[in-house]
């Protein structure tokens, strides 16, 4: 693991992966930009975590599905920190179970608009301010895709696992259009991992009941996830873009 001290903006960092990979961060002293949507309580909560484990940090509230609101983060965190080394692209929702038969146009829009439309935007402000700050150390883009881009999730939520694909194929273009800047773009595909989430589309108790039909025979945790992000942030990784890191128990 290299020692580089690095500045990183991470969208959706109040709970989950996005916080655990601010923890890990800050525990080797980087700077991190904590974007949140609702929970100011809880992304204040990880700024102090921050700052205790030995990095800082700042609170950005601001939604992906908003271009403004993606510019403010970006803008704060130059503020706060000089320049971004790097970029996790990990805020995205999921909705309730059910076939693609019983979706309401509503639900396809804001799945697509907050998953697609809001990493597709998260990665276009990225690359210019990456490119802007081109430097003699590389620096990466790691978006949080999921396992669910290879599998389809039929009978849970197509639309969510559709939503992933693209992901996946956001970052292997984006790979191929930013090596010459310098810039390493890869993404993580974790399976079942037990946050908030499952909760959020009324299954509380999924990543429990799913997880223990994994190989591991077990969900995964937030902080097995934020290893992975982390490396592929860190000139640890330096030959590695245009990959998908499968974080998934064997799935
Ligand atoms: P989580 O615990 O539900 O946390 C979601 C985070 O995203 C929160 O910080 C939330 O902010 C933020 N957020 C939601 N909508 C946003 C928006 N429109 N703009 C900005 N921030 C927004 O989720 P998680 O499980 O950590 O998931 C993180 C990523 O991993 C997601 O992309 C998810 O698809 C992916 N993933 C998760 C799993 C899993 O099993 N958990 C598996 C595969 C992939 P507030 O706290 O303010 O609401």
Redesign the pocket.
Known sequence: MSLTTKAILI?????????ATALLAGQRGWSVGV??????A??AQTVQDVHTAGGRAVAIQ????SEQ?IIEMFDVSEKSFGKLDGVVV?????APSMKLVDMSVERLENMLK??VL?AMLCAREAAKRLIKNEGKDSSSIVF?????SRIGSPFEYID?ASS?GAVDTLSLGLSKELVEHNIRVNSV??????????A?AGRPDR?QEVGSQMPMGR??T?DE?AEAIMWLLSDASSYTTGTNLDVAGGR
């Open positions: 969208t959706g960092a109040s709970r989950g992966i996005g916080r974007n949140y949507l609702n929970n100011e809880m992304a601001g939604s992906v599905t609101d990990n805020a995205g929702i999921v907050v998953n809001g949080v895709s999921s396992a669910a969510y992933k595909r974790p399976g079942i991992i037990a946050t908030d989430i499952h959020s990543a969900p995964g937030a996830v």
